[in-house]
């Protein structure tokens, strides 16, 4: 029987930003799901030159219900891949049982978790920024380089931001901060691995350990691993199949992997 993946998306992305995993993950046998959050669907240069006027209320609790509901209508827990807010998600799912394992790469804390790295508070703080109400935030190639994907060259931020970009909603991370993202961390959970970027100023390194060190039952797999040299872009920037085959081969050691056919061709 193949096994199944479900990638989920962050801010400022849709299932666009999955599509080399996808791929990577399907040459391994496994089935994959890439669902869009809701006012996410579609081409995310269309979604910059229209903007959803409903997009800025959308909160956290609004992407987990469809996404929870149709993963309990899959015949088997699912594996969940997430990046960013798609991260916390991912230990959400976990927490409440609905998952076989998660990865949570770079990833948005739960339980109103900080650090106090300084990119940390200054993008945090542009995205809550109370001032700006209910408007939802355009996304444009300056702060996607500066802040996003800040370990690219000019051409590569560029294509990037071209390719995956999208608006979003500020209430989306406001949430992140209220009891939506809240997980009893001392429970038993199935595999967990965290992922992080040493270059990332979104979600630092700093915040992925911190993440990693709050889950403490003895007896749950919770593993953590940083790439070095990658920004908070890690699913997309060079070197992307490191991050994928690792993640893949840990998949593979805690739930196993699927039953391949011959006649898959291999990455």
Request: aromatic share 10%; glycine share 4%.
């Amino acid at each position: 029987m193949k096994k199944t993946i479900v990638f989920v998306h962050g801010m400022f992305q849709n299932p666009k930003s999955w599509e080399k995993w996808i791929s990577f993950f399907e040459s391994k046998g496994y089935e994959c799901i890439s669902p869009a959050w809701p006012y996410h669907e579609g081409e995310p240069v269309k979604l910059r030159n229209h903007i959803s006027e409903n997009l800025g209320n959308l909160v956290l609790d609004d992407i987990i219900t469809p996404l929870e509901t149709m993963i309990l209508k899959l015949d088997e827990k699912p594996i969940v891949i997430g990046h960013s807010v798609g991260g916390l998600i991912a230990q959400l799912l976990l927490a409440r049982g609905t998952v076989s394992a998660a990865v949570a790469i770079c990833s948005v804390a739960p339980n109103n978790m900080i650090t106090f790295d300084w990119s940390f508070f200054k993008n945090a703080a542009t995205i809550a920024n109370p001032l700006k109400g209910n408007e939802p935030i355009p996304m444009d190639l300056e702060t996607f380089k500066g802040a996003f994907a800040n370990t690219l060259n000019d051409d590569e931020a560029q294509f990037e931001f071209e390719k995956t970009a999208t608006p979003d909603s500020r209430n989306v991370f406001r949430s992140c901060m209220s009891d939506s993202a809240d997980i009893d961390v001392e429970l038993p959970h199935a595999p967990l691995l965290f992922l992080s970027a040493s270059e990332d100023m979104i979600c630092p390194a700093s915040l992925i350990e911190k993440e990693h060190k709050a889950y403490t039952d003895e007896n749950s797999v919770t593993d953590i691993k940083e790439f070095s040299g990658r920004s908070h872009y890690i699913c997309n920037e060079t070197g992307w199949e490191e991050v994928a085959s690792f993640t893949e081969e840990w998949i593979a050691n805690q739930v196993g992997k699927p039953l391949v056919n011959e006649n898959i061709q291999q990455i």
